[in-house]
């Protein structure tokens, strides 16, 4: 089983930056491909970024493209979503995912993100 905690999110105005952390149990965190999705109120859960285990790829949703950044380190079993340019439209639910080389998926319990004036 693996254990997965995001935190970072919060209350921001427009325009503005967050940077969201994910770290995930075990001991083989490096082989985990790691994903953040987000869910806003009336709306399906979107993908909005995804690192490979190794960190060698990255893909974004249209949506986030030029603003939002995944990285990861290893070392630290944390992945991490930088958010600059915040939008309205970017307030939602932002859910970790790991998916282990077994093809099993764990979800993290989400952080909320607001962005209002």
């Known amino acids: 089983q693996v254990q997965v905690v995001e935190s970072g999110g919060g209350l921001v105005q427009p325009g503005g930056s967050l940077r969201l952390s994910c770290t995930a149990s075990g001991s083989v965190f490096s082989t985990y491909a790691m994903s953040w999705s987000r869910q806003a109120p009336g709306k399906e859960r979107e993908l909005v970024a995804h690192?490979?285990?190794?960190?060698?790829?990255?893909n974004y949703a249209d949506s986030v493209k030029g603003r939002f950044t995944i990285s990861r380190d290893n070392a630290k079993n944390t992945v991490y979503l930088r958010m600059n340019s915040l939008k309205p439209e970017d307030t939602a639910i932002y859910y970790c995912?790991?998916?282990?080389?077994?093809?099993?998926?764990?979800w993290g319990q989400g952080t909320r993100v607001t962005v209002s004036s």
């Open positions: 690192i490979t285990s190794a960190g060698g790829s990255t």
């Open positions: 995912r790991a998916r282990t080389p077994g093809m099993s998926y764990y």
